[in-house]
């Protein structure tokens, strides 16, 4: 398999009951915009370096590369979420004397970037991030506590490349914002906090090291793993000489010379619905390849991707010069509600679902295709009404659905290759959320993609919980969308209304047991395999 992107919507209706779903396919072939040729960026990853090392130690790729303080037009550059920062894992004397103190379960360290007006004081600050008080949210994660221990086979993994959450190795009663907070080897976890947010605390806010004293956020959702503070939307216009202080990439996939990392961009313009909007000069980093030699992102020939015809959210920070640096890139045009294909006649649609999903991708590579599918012999233009009309797209109340996520493998030879005996290969399968909101720069509805992933220890450091499009497939630097081929379907039930969609998903039994493993899964600790049964 290879990579690209594609999209489908489904409905499909069986007997008398009504299961009218929605399905929308972000199918991967290998974008262009990240590698021209498989064979090649392998070949020179492997090839142009005598030890592999990890991008981890990349200075764009550390916390501390993006100062806090940023000053950034805010009608072009808009923050992530209300609640935005990083996590920090507390010692463990400092666990042990608030668990002793104040029967603290389970917390972390909180670094503030983004917050509301009422509580703008706290930027720059770090503050605790703790659990509500009420009593079923304390059962939850009492329920996702354990002791870690590492075992043999867990080291084992850790010399082939495996980022396994070593600080948590030999604690007690490590909850799910520890297990978050201490995953990778340092603290570069970036999240938006999620739900209702109460602010405790009246003690006194300092910069780091922090106190046991400072203010506490209580949460009672799981926060959600992003990347970057910023994001913005913008058509990347021309590569262009790297400015006075910055230079080319020492490596790269490709042929040398390697390609400019700097871009200047036109923002998008509300008043005229175009990118005509103010000039701007970027940075797109080149990541350095993986432990295993793999490139996972490139800016070489960007700005030429049609992908980006309908432009590019950028997301990420200014660096200590003032240049913003983007971490992760989302396509506008795979998350508007307009497909570009239809498929019509429920056996036409059962075909494609079952059989031209995935074939055919390397002709496919460096593509998306959105795909209306349903077995109504309707028009196009009429079916896609039909279709955005169920998502109660002319109000603001939004819209949402189930994902289905499925990725293949990115082929290659070796050590950089992942196909298994006879060419097979494992994939991964998760569910997600899906939900039309109203883009905050265009105002057209959007899908909104989130993704509960259940991941195993890996070498990029991808984090299991709930993860933004942004985070799981957009991160330049350990992010699916520049290595593997990705089918999401999303599944819009006619049975599940705005109003009880959250009772029925985040809240039914299963998915709480599945949640659970969640977290067994990032802190390395053996779980019941609850979710498959």
Known sequence: MRNGQIQQWCRFHH?????GYAALILFGILLSVWFHLLGPMLTLAQTSTGSVTTNEAAPFNQPGFYPIQQNLPADLYRPTGEWVGRLILPRVEQFQQLQ??????DWAWFE???????????????????WSRDPRVQNYVKAGTRDVRFTPDVKRSMATGRIHPLRLDGRNQVGPLQSLAGFRPQDDVTVVLAGDITVEGNGAVTPPPPSIQSP??????????ETGRYVALVQFVAAIVPPTGYNLPAQCPGGEPCASEFFRVRHYNPKTKRFDGVEAVLRVPQQPPDSNGVFFSTPRDLEKSPVGKAGWYVYGAQDKNGMFTVQALKPRSLFQLVPTDVVLGRSKALEYIRYQN???TPPRKGTTQSVLVTERGVQPNAAIAAWQAGFNKNTPISSHALVIHLFGARGGQ????ELGPLGTYTGHFAYGLAEVVRDQFTQEPQFDITYVQIYANNNPGIMSGVNTWANYMGNLQRGKMGTHPVSDILVKLDTISNSHFETFVLKSEPLKACALNFMNGRMGIPAIDSCSK
């Open 112 to 130: 503030v970037y983004h917050a509301p007006t009422a509580n703008r004081a706290l930027v720059g600050k770090i503050v605790r991030l703790g």
């Open 414 to 417: 070796g050590k950089l290759g």
């Open 216 to 225: 506490t956020l209580r949460v009672s959702r799981e926060p959600l793993l």
């Open 100 to 105: 002793e103190a104040k029967q603290e379960t």
């Open 358 to 360: 995935w074939a055919d």
């Open 15 to 19: 007997g008398r009951r009504s299961l």
